[in-house]
């Protein structure tokens, strides 16, 4: 693994203390006892060491020191929808101070309907993102990647260039899986071919599913969020060698499971192709997001 | 001495589904969309239905195409007997460019849109928007091959770009004439469309046959849908429309014919008299709630 690349991260927090109440949007969907009394993370029964961070007056600051000392030059950081504003101050105001390391990406519900696509379009006027997203399991409710209320959505981001970025696979919160099986990504696919569509979370365990669809269209792409490197799906990591070194790109998921001291101690054990490293790393980022034309 | 439908009707009509004369053989070929997915011999290229729907309709509008005269000037004459003084068409159909652009006052466009087609449609929109000042967008969810069903996730892009554009959306709802599958028109299909964008004005065409209980109910849990009578010959609307019309959905129900797919003006507005609507709701229901849900100009 070279160490000389400006990483981009496509999946970063600021470290936040108190965490406790992060994770309230998930509990209307939760039915469990220790999702519900016990954890303080609905998917800490798989994350062993779920970083544990001071409380800091600056925490842009505090995510800065950190991306520098693992070489991140750029990370896409999540920007809540209007009305919920204040869950993304630290975004907003990371967005403001500090363009060059940091681009936005839209959290999208589809169930609003209309003002989910209103939504879009400010942030993408008013806050520059670069991206929308969705997390189609954590819904309330839940609804499936390739559901109608989805549709508007897609069309927007071909409308504006932006991709979206989904999570895929079976969910770590013990919800329903079901809105993520990957198989509903295909139908996504044919209908919007122009939509960049940049998978979350895995996609498993279809992984092989997942590289059959990577294969097959060619704006479909995946990124390792909520991975540790030594996790990554053997077929993903097999694929990035041969024909998908353009598809696959890094994202961590930092404070909210995995530490970056984790993700980058791993990481040079991961048996990438000399050539696929800067792709994975940092130029398929580049050229997804279009982060050349910020 | 005036009766009340005659005197909205001396305040001018509107009509929001108007299509220029084709020859039959034109009619004929326009119709293949329709036929290439009938199964039935009658329907069939060949076969003895000349319109799909032919076997309903006694007597539809016929011109040969030698000697026939310009489309643009029968449309109007027609238009100007019955003293229909507004007509939407749609552009990029025939000669209705032309009239568009040179009786600004009596045409206006309404795009037709296919969501088959994905993004496509919705830079068609967008084009006819930037090319016309649009009035409406419409849609034959029966009729599109493959077909489509009203609350179909092919449409939810289309009813987001009215929603921006901020311009009705037509669609034909109840039982088609042609021999195809009505499922894609069930009439229950519109609650889903109508609680997911409450802010989209959706106007019925063709009836809503035989669902017109539930269209009412619907027309009145739904304060944008709206109900248009195209392709109904006055004798055969649905009594439920009428009493809705007469009771708490005056502003509700929008006149429309059906020239020259299938119906003459002449005999619209025979029967038209005989339709037992209250007074103060022929003037709404020939002109006024057109022109406010399609924003047209007043006359």
Not at chain 1, 171 to 192: H, S, T
Not at chain 2, 150 to 164: A, Q, T
Not at chain 2, 243 to 264: C, E, H, M, Q
């Amino acid at each position: 693994m070279p160490t000389d690349i400006g990483v981009i991260d496509l999946m970063i927090g600021f470290p936040q203390a108190d965490r406790r109440h992060n994770y309230d949007f998930m509990r209307a969907n939760l039915r469990d006892r220790e999702s519900l009394e016990e954890f303080e993370f609905p998917a800490q029964y798989m994350f062993k060491d779920v970083p544990k961070v001071e409380a800091t007056s600056d925490r842009v600051r505090a995510l800065l020191d950190l991306m520098d000392k693992y070489g991140i030059e750029r990370a896409m950081i999540g920007v809540a929808s209007r009305g919920d504003e204040s869950r993304s101050d630290d975004s907003r105001r990371a967005l403001r101070e500090h363009p060059d390391r940091f681009f936005g990406c839209i959290d999208v519900d589809p169930n609003r309907g209309m003002e989910a696509v209103r939504d879009m379009v400010h942030a993408v006027e008013e806050l520059g993102v670069k991206a929308a997203s969705a997390f189609p399991c954590g819904l309330n409710p839940q609804v499936p990647i390739n559901d109608k209320k989805f549709f508007p959505i897609y069309a927007k981001c071909v409308e504006l260039d932006i991709p979206i970025n989904v999570t895929a696979g079976v969910p770590g919160p013990r919800v329903p899986f079901a809105p993520q099986y990957v198989g509903l990504i295909d139908e996504v696919c044919w209908f919007f071919p122009e939509l960049k569509f940049v998978t979350r979370h895995g996609c498993e365990p279809w992984a092989d599913l997942a590289v059959k669809l990577l294969l097959k269209w060619p704006n479909l792409y995946y990124s390792t969020s909520a991975f540790a490197p030594r996790y990554y799906p053997k077929d993903v990591v097999h694929f990035a060698n041969t024909r998908g070194a353009d598809k696959v790109m890094y994202a961590g998921y930092f404070p909210m499971g995995l530490s970056l001291e984790r993700i980058f101690g791993e990481m040079p054990d991961v048996p990438f192709r000399d050539h696929v490293w800067p792709k994975f790393l940092r130029e398929n980022a580049i050229r997804v997001f279009k982060l050349d034309s910020a | 001495m005036t009766t009340p439908f005659e005197a909205a009707k001396a305040g001018g009509s509107v009509d929001t589904a108007v299509g220029f004369p084709k020859s039959r053989e034109d009619m004929y070929e326009f119709y293949g969309f329709i036929r290439k997915q009938t199964r039935d011999s009658a329907s069939k290229e060949g076969g003895e239905l000349e319109f799909p729907a032919g076997y309903m309709f006694k007597d539809v509008p016929k011109w040969d195409a030698e000697g026939m005269d310009d489309p643009v000037q029968i449309l109007l004459a027609e238009l100007d007997r019955h003293n229909i003084r507004q007509a939407i068409v749609t552009p990029y159909d025939g000669p209705a460019q032309r009239a568009l652009n040179e009786f600004p006052d009596r045409f206006f466009a309404g795009v037709n849109v296919d969501p088959n087609e994905g993004m496509e449609a919705l830079r068609k929109i967008d084009k006819a928007a930037e090319e016309y000042d649009l009035k409406c967008v419409h849609a034959f969810p029966a009729g599109l091959y493959p077909q489509v069903a009203i609350n179909d996730k092919k449409f939810y892009p289309i009813y987001m770009k009215c929603v921006e554009l901020d311009v009705p959306f037509c669609s034909t709802a109840g039982v088609p004439g042609p021999r195809i599958p009505y499922a894609p028109q069930d009439v229950a299909h519109i609650d889903e469309v109508c609680w997911f964008f409450p802010e989209l004005k959706f106007v019925t065409r063709h009836g809503c046959e035989p669902w017109a209980d539930l269209a009412v109910k619907l027309l009145l849990k739904w304060p944008n849908l709206y109900y248009s009578t195209t392709a109904f010959a006055p004798k055969y609307y649905p009594r439920e429309i009428i009493d809705f019309a007469n009771t708490r959905g005056a502003d509700k129900v929008i006149w429309s014919g059906y020239f020259p797919a299938g119906l003459t003006y002449d005999r619209i507005f025979s029967e038209l008299p005989d339709v037992p609507f209250r007074d103060d709701v022929w003037p709404k229901f020939l002109r006024e709630n057109a022109q406010r849900v399609f924003k047209l100009p007043s006359t």
